[in-house]
């Protein structure tokens, strides 16, 4: 509104001298006064408009930066959870391994005992009937 009405100021002041004879030579004091304030407050809103852009622009790239790490965290929770899950399911495939050896060594450990058994069996046997003959030649 401010500079509609300086700019209508200015053409109304335009007009003026055009009526009054032609064309001005050049600007006078005040003239210059206005443009140098005219510049100055352009300057300023520049200034003003260039931080509010800056703030926004930061503003934008810290939630860029914040939604980024966010993902960061979530990936690296997601990636130690299935870590733990594996090796929770190592641990689990290395127990029933373990008894699985375990049965196994049992059951081998039973079969020899009764081999052994009737290995002893069959050495009693075969010493009773040496016995025996020992009898019936004497």
């Known amino acids: 509104e401010e500079k509609k009405e300086e700019e209508e100021k200015r053409r109304k002041e335009n007009e003026g001298d055009q009526k009054k004879g032609g064309k001005?030579?050049?600007?006078?004091?005040?003239?210059?006064?206005?443009?140098?304030?005219?510049?100055?407050?352009?300057?300023?809103?520049?200034a003003q408009l260039l931080r509010g852009v800056l703030i926004r622009v930061t503003a934008v790239e810290r939630e860029?930066?914040?939604?980024?790490?966010?993902?960061?965290?979530?990936?690296?929770?997601?990636?130690?959870?299935?870590?733990?899950?594996?090796?929770?399911?190592?641990?689990?495939?290395?127990?029933?391994?373990a008894e699985a050896m375990k049965a196994r060594e049992k059951e081998l450990r039973e079969k020899l005992m009764k081999k052994f058994k009737q290995f002893e069996e069959k050495k009693q046997k075969t010493q009773d009937k040496i016995q025996k003959k020992k009898h019936i030649i004497i």
């Open 24 to 46: 001005k030579k050049g600007m006078g004091k005040s003239e210059m006064k206005e443009v140098e304030t005219l510049e100055d407050e352009c300057k300023q809103v520049a």
């Open 64 to 97: 860029r930066l914040m939604e980024q790490r966010q993902d960061v965290m979530k990936r690296y929770s997601e990636e130690k959870k299935r870590q733990e899950e594996e090796m929770k399911m190592v641990q689990e495939d290395q127990a029933k391994s």
